[in-house]
């Protein structure tokens, strides 16, 4: 215990003395964060902090580390995992300072970001298997690997993108390790304790000049470290406490930057956006977008992380009924929190079920549309201009239109036009201004062969919630028949034997 105060204080103290040294230096060397529109702040401000924030860390843990090793304290503590998990989070801080200064692709960073947690992985760092309280042990056994980097990557690019207000990334690694000592003690895991001890000195010293309004930032170099570090030493202290615990405590107390980096590309797709572009859509700015200050919403999501915090040593140390408990007031508070950031405003306005109707529409899954496709097979196998009348006519009763008119040509062929007209179409003259008529071109192979044009009254409901989809489906069916019918009269006037057609063929009812 001392030791871990020791190494505490130290990193501390380190980040308070060096942070501006850095900042110094970051100013003069232009690395600087220009204010933009996805910025928050308004001026120009030093980045790179996570140069201060990695030698804070990495001086008193391997300090540490290595002098308990020399004396004989522990046991190999300053193993092959400890030694390829620092190399790992060296790389990726190599990386995120490159990224300050130069810049680097996305495809790069993801890229080298894999390489550092393979190194971890091929040291010994590895998620082996996974265990919930109350669902049991899972062994991983060969999706170990890609398990472990994947969560390197999620911790990595998740305190990266969490990042967006003064000192809202420092914070949470500050407290998710204050957590996370509660669960490793230097006896059981003297290299992990420490590691937590030396992660929380270094971002709370940094949190001094980073908090709102802060005078240097992370930037990538500090974001990546962070996220690499986090993960390595919970998957170390998952490798050495009891099976109960795994990944789950640390799962939780990462838990808000952890469910932006996830819910991102979700409500991106649900939107029709970029999976991975860039936005002002996270967390933190929907608290922005609320009202909330810069400090009270960084407050906030402390605090939020404070609670996840406890939820998880309850769930740890808890009974099943008392685990269990904690669950479900977590969910209900992520629920909560979710919706009053507006995130379900999509799903309250019914747009998640419009959406999904149409998904399971269009593969075919919806009861209705399995039932209209008997209509659709009856258009495509029609063997004559008459049943291809009749089966239109008969998909056109069932969704409701009340008027249809389908014209094609095909010029060179043996009947070169064809023509549906369902219901009367002069009969609606007089309604015209109450009814709804929609159009749309006959095309194959990029030529337009003809139109259809559906009529349907406004002042009466389609049977079908899909109508455009049925219409759509009407046009294609046709079309398909039509080219079939068309190619079939064509083999028959080719015959030696075959009579004089007529020009022109028209079905109409």
């Known amino acids: 215990m001392t030791t871990m105060i020791f190494v505490f204080l130290a990193s501390l103290g380190l980040a308070l003395f060096l942070t501006p040294l850095v900042r110094e230096q970051a100013t003069i060397r232009g690395v600087i964060d220009h204010p933009g529109a996805r910025r928050v702040h308004k001026a120009p401000i030093a980045r790179a902090g996570g140069v201060a924030v990695f030698a804070a860390f990495l001086i008193p843990f391997v300090g540490a580390v290595g002098a308990q090793d020399f004396i004989g304290i522990t046991n190999a503590e300053f193993d092959a995992r400890t ?5 790992g989070a060296t790389l990726c801080f190599a990386l995120g300072l490159w990224d300050d200064v130069r810049g680097l692709s996305p495809k790069t960073k993801v890229s080298i970001q894999a390489i550092a947690a393979g190194i971890a992985y091929l040291g010994g760092v590895q998620i082996t298997q996974v265990a919930i309280p109350g669902f049991g042990l899972t062994q991983l056994g060969i999706l170990s690997a890609p398990v472990t980097i994947f969560w390197f990557l999620l911790l990595v690019n998740a305190i990266n993108l969490i990042d ?3 000192g809202l990334a420092t914070g949470i690694i500050f407290f998710a390790s204050i957590i996370l000592l509660g669960v490793h003690s230097p006896a059981s895991s003297f290299s992990v304790a420490i590691g937590f001890a030396a992660l929380a000195g270094a971002t709370l010293g940094f949190l001094k000049y980073n908090f709102n309004p802060a005078s240097i930032f992370l930037g990538d170099s500090g974001a990546y470290f962070l996220g690499f570090t986090f993960a390595g030493l919970s998957t170390l202290g998952a490798l050495k406490t009891p099976a109960t615990v795994g990944l789950l405590i640390p799962l939780i107390a990462a838990g808000v930057p952890l469910f932006d980096v996830l819910w991102s590309p979700i409500r991106r797709f649900i939107l029709g956006r970029n999976l991975f572009g860039a936005d002002k859509d996270h967390i933190h700015h929907r608290l922005l977008s609320l009202g909330y200050t810069q400090r009270r919403a960084v407050l906030t999501l402390y605090g939020f992380t404070v609670f996840l915090g406890i939820i998880g040593l309850t769930v740890l140390h808890g009974q099943n009924e008392r685990a269990a408990l904690g669950i479900l007031v977590a969910g209900a508070a992520i629920v909560f929190s979710v919706q ?6 999509f799903v309250q306005t019914k747009g998640v079920r419009r959406w999904v109707g149409n998904v399971s529409d269009q593969m075919g899954i919806a009861h209705e ?3 209209f496709l008997a209509r659709e097979i009856a258009i495509r196998e029609s063997t004559n201009e008459d049943q291809l009348l009749e089966a239109v006519r008969a998909a056109c009763r ?7 008119q389908i014209q094609m040509r095909f010029p060179g062929t043996r009947t070169p036009e064809i023509q549906i007209v369902h219901g009367s179409v002069e009969s609606l003259s007089t309604e015209r201004a109450a009814s709804v008529t929609l159009s ?3 095309d194959s192979d990029n030529l337009i062969l003809g139109t259809i044009s559906a009529s349907l009254p406004a002042n009466n409901h389609s049977k079908s919630p899909f109508l455009l989809n049925r219409i759509d489906q009407i046009r294609r069916a046709t079309l398909l028949s039509a080219e079939r019918l068309q190619m079939i009269n064509h083999q028959k006037a080719a015959a030696p034997d075959a009579t004089t057609p007529k020009k022109s063929t028209t079905a109409t009812a």
């Open 164 to 166: 967006g207000l003064d």
């Open 83 to 87: 030694v390829c998990f620092l190399l």
């Open 440 to 442: 749309m071109p006959m």
């Open 398 to 404: 069932e969704i409701g239109l009340s008027s249809l």
């Open 340 to 345: 009053k950031l507006g995130y379900l405003d």
């Open 369 to 371: 549309r399995r039932k």
